[in-house]
């Protein structure tokens, strides 16, 4: 802004001299390299009509001739001076501010965000967010469903569309690591790769049966994604309780596919990635209101607080795998209430 200001300022003066100040005896100038003004005498030829071709010095009387001259000058310079220095001050305060921010919103971080996303800050690198994109058929203008091998064969494919369960997910988890001040690197699933499996702490956000990274790398033990092939669900995906304990149901299903959405089932769960020295994170629905359920279940600080008291795990303490199912109620598409159902603490 300073400089712009300066050279509007250098222009503008050229153009004052070249035109109504062409006889002004005094002239002001900033040079270029610095704000600094200058002034300075300069020798004018007489005003047309004058028979005298001599050029002649001005003196102070000349200056006092054209007072006017000498005053609009001097007034622009120092306004667009002053201008300049409200904009280095203004300019000087918002780094300030900046620079002071992160502290402030860091005493700000509920305690339950530092505690849970503790072992996804203190990595070289940043974490990794992988959405799930699933393979599609068609095209959006003649119409997509999902891909089946046995029934698409080698039609045209899709693998860049994803739920606004993951859609919100994502800017859940951006708003949390802004306020811990750590970046985050999205990427959607069917570009990843196991290298970075290997050498990444990892956000995997949807369900394997859409997020189809997540068959290739360790994941839960406890409870455990599958879509049904028999029964009057067939086709549904379903949460399969491994080791149901007293009240436990054997498997958590979402409400019919047939009927309009309003409860479904998410798996939060933190493993232990292809390198023990990496975590892996699964926030996965049965549909993606689920998903988007279960990254807004450890997005919010009542909620995880609750968790962290089940895991029994204190302001000092670290966070250790373990595998939970939450209930969702979801309305007119949006998940408005969540339930921890059944957990599961590591080691598995």
Known sequence: MVRVQAGRLRSKL???YASEGAEDTIV????????ALTFHQRVVHPSRGNGSGQAELASASAVGAQPYRWRFAAILGLSVVSAAVLAVAAD??????????????????????????KGFLTGPQEPWVIF????????????????????DGKVPTLDHYTGV??????????????????????????????????????????????????LEIPGTQEFVFTQLTTGVRAGNVAIINMHPQANEPKEYLATPSNEPLTEDYSVVALVKGLNPAHSALILAGTTTIGTQAAVEYVCQPDS?????????????????????????????????????????????
């Open 14 to 16: 050229a153009e004052y």
């Open 28 to 35: 002001v100038e900033m040079p270029k390299g610095n704000y």
């Open 92 to 117: 000087r305060i918002f780094f300030l501010a900046s620079a002071a921010r992160p502290a402030v919103e860091a005493a700000e971080a509920p305690a339950a965000f530092r505690i849970f996303w």
């Open 132 to 151: 799930s994109n699933a393979l599609f058929a068609g095209r959006p203008d003649t119409g997509m469903r999902y891909y089946k091998a046995d029934r």
């Open 165 to 214: 369960g993951e859609v919100l997910a994502v800017h859940a988890l951006d708003r949390v690591f802004d306020l811990l001040h750590q970046d985050l690197l999205v990427k959607r699933g069917s570009l990843f790769s196991l290298d970075d499996a290997k050498n990444n702490d990892l956000i995997f956000i949807g369900s394997p049966s859409e997020n189809l990274t997540l």
């Open 304 to 348: 995880l607080e609750k968790l962290l008291m089940r895991l029994s795990v204190s302001n000092s303490g670290e966070l250790k795998p373990f595998e939970a199912v939450i209930r969702v109620k979801v309305a007119r598409g949006v998940p408005v209430s969540s339930e921890l159902v059944a957990l599961r603490k590591g080691p598995f």
